[in-house]
């Protein structure tokens, strides 16, 4: 059997991976691809934490798998929003670069 | 699931269905008072049976509602705390959609969408003050923030589109570091729930003496107030703030600032004092710090502002400072842990009526004058003297003088972290109390404008009545706190109780 912490660090370099292309990318449409690599880096993490937690025998060995299945539902609702408001701002000022996006500033 | 757990549930129910009833209502009919009146009338159905469940906790004497031992699988907690924050957002909520029967014309078609994205947020923020589970919590949160962003985005200009992708993104990154903390303490502790995650917690602290338990659930601590963070506008997740209260249409912006605020500081509440109760001394420090910024950052940035919109949105990341200095207040002197939760849950309700004035008044005058500059609200003394009125009442609240029931709630805040004992909160109140006088140079620099200066225009500025009937009991809120704060501080003192298991 892998190693718990295998998987984790396998979570927290994807999680990494993700954070830095939220906060480097211009394009939103790649910011909200980076921050689905963050949920999805969760996902692993939380899995691999259920069914470490099953191996050991302890309670509430599904948690786990039940809130990945939630994660990934509501990202899809996230994601269709996020495009619905980035087609919007397309529309308004014909750029998605999130570099040009500065009417709103001090 | 049983036919009680339906019973429990029902506020919420009522407040979806009333949601997809809205939805379906503008799709038979184009009568804007007719959508108006259905959304305000339709909030009646969740406030009573809240107001039922509060009966029945009153007539037991109980602070909580579990009588089947599992209220819908130890997801949810109804209890005063989450029927506390339960009135206060459907109040919030019935106010704004009332002011919003003049600006929703903006909105052309799309005036149901918006009033039922609201009551879905509601709805949100109303599952989120009950939640006592990791997955109810993030699912309750994301209920909270997708409809907001969508409102944020919801005017035909640049300017409200680039609101909601700043809130939109900025949120889904700030969710996604604290799903991550979340993962790593179900990790760490094999639970979603929070009691059982305190069991755990104070079965690792007493193993060794290292902070927090140990380096995960520092991490997972740090990663959880990233997400709270940003729901509750504090510095340094505050980036998005001034840009979404410039560009996202007003009434949107005051709900926003009111009752989303009021659910991020309830889940606070209960993540800390229920969750991390275990780990003690540790965790307060952090929030300590996080209200310092707060304070400070809000403060200095709002003297430097001209847009009206966007000084609010600096002066509430400013407030979420305050309240933060009544959660980090966690131990007094004498043992007891209400005094400084308390006095958040005093100092939410006194900010919601503030707040909801100052915001309502700049809906009304915005509509008319089509601008958002404090210039323009030169003279506005003599063209609406309602507003004036009514705006330089919620500023002077908002600085903390009295009669107004913002001055208790900073009493109240304050003296909690004093009580506490602890050298580094006494300083914390002398950075609050330096702040409140930095804070009263650009509220009244406002008032200045409009009482003082001769107006641009001479033509009147008013309101058609729902309009003014709102802003008048948002007004008479904040002087009824300010005269007669007992009767609400009493019911907070009694709402925290159940946070110490009461």
């Not at chain 1, 899995?47 to 509430?60: P, Q, T």
């Not at chain 2, 609201?118 to 003050?129: I, P």
């Not at chain 2, 019911?491 to 946070?499: D, G, I, K, N, P």
Request: charged fraction near 10%; aromatic fraction near 10%; proline fraction near 3%.
């Amino acid at each position: 059997m892998v190693p718990l912490l295998y998987f984790q660090l396998l979570g927290a370099a994807l999680f990494g991976i993700g954070l830095y292309g939220a906060l480097a990318r211009r394009s939103a449409v790649l910011i909200i691809l980076s921050i689905e690599l963050m949920l999805n880096a969760v996902n692993i993490n939380l899995i691999a934490a259920a069914s470490y937690l099953n191996g050991i025998g302890r309670f509430a060995a599904f948690d786990g798998q039940i809130i990945a299945i939630f994660v990934i539902t509501v990202a899809a609702a996230e994601v269709g929003l996020a495009f619905a408001i980035i087609l919007r701002m397309y529309r308004n000022r014909g750029t998605i670069n999130v570099d040009e996006i500065n009417i709103l500033k001090w | 699931m049983t036919a009680y757990d339906l019973y429990l549930v029902s506020p919420l129910l009522a407040l979806a269905g009333l949601a997809m009833m809205v939805i379906i209502v503008d799709l038979l009919t184009r009568r804007t008072g007719l959508l108006v009146g259905v959304a305000f009338v339709g909030l009646a159905a969740p406030a009573a049976l809240s107001a039922w469940q509060l009966a029945e906790l009153v007539s037991t004497g109980e602070s909580r509602l579990s009588a089947q031992g599992s209220v819908v699988l130890h997801t949810l907690s109804i209890d005063r705390f989450s029927l506390f924050f339960n009135f206060l957002i459907l109040a919030a909520a019935g106010l704004v959609i009332l002011v919003s029967t003049d600006y929703s014309r903006r909105m052309e078609r799309l005036q149901g969408e918006f009033f039922g994205l609201l009551l879905l947020s509601a709805t949100g923020m109303m599952l989120l003050v009950s939640a006592t589970e990791l997955i109810t919590m993030y699912i309750a949160l994301e209920l909270t923030t997708l409809p907001l962003a969508a409102m944020a985005a919801f005017l035909p200009n640049g300017r409200s589109s680039e609101a909601g992708m700043k809130f939109l993104i900025i949120g889904a990154l700030s969710s996604a570091l604290m799903l991550y903390g979340m993962a790593l303490i179900y990790g760490f502790t094999g639970s979603t729930r929070l009691d059982e995650i305190a069991a755990a917690l104070s079965a690792g602290a007493s193993a060794g003496a290292f902070p927090f338990g140990s380096m995960a659930v520092l991490l997972a601590i740090v990663l959880l107030l990233a997400g709270f963070g940003f729901k509750m506008s504090a510095a340094p997740f505050q980036m998005w703030v001034p840009d979404v209260y410039e560009g996202a249409p007003t009434p949107m912006v005051a709900f926003l600032s009111v009752a989303s605020k009021a659910a991020a500081f309830a889940l606070v509440l209960r993540v800390f004092y229920v969750g991390f109760d275990a780990l003690g001394g540790d965790w307060w420090v952090l929030l300590a710090g996080l209200a310092a910024l707060s304070m400070t950052i809000g403060n200095l940035v709002a003297i430097a502002q001209r847009n009206i919109k966007r000084l609010f949105g600096y002066s509430t990341i400013a407030h979420a400072g305050y309240i933060l200095v009544g959660v980090a207040a966690v131990a007094s002197v004498d043992g007891t842990a209400t005094f400084g939760p308390s006095s958040v849950l005093f100092y939410l309700a006194a900010y919601t009526a503030a707040n909801l004035t100052a915001f309502f008044a700049i809906v009304c005058i915005g509509n008319r004058i089509n601008s958002d500059e404090i210039a323009d609200y030169s003279g506005m003394l003599r063209r609406a003297p309602f507003l004036a009125i009514a705006l330089g009442l919620a500023l002077i609240a908002l600085i903390g003088v009295p009669p107004t029931g913002l001055f208790f709630a900073k009493i109240y805040v304050f003296a909690a972290a004093i009580n506490t004992g602890e050298s580094l909160m006494t300083w914390l109140v002398i950075i609050g109390v330096v702040n409140s006088a930095v804070s009263a140079y650009y509220y009244l620099r406002i008032i200045k404008v409009m009482f003082l200066q001769t107006p641009i225009h001479t033509e009147r500025v008013g309101a058609s009545w729902p309009v003014n009937v709102a802003l008048g009991i948002a007004t008479l809120a904040i002087l009824w706190l300010g005269v007669a704060p007992t009767p609400l501080l009493g019911a907070a003192e009694r709402a925290v109780s159940v946070l110490s298991g009461g």
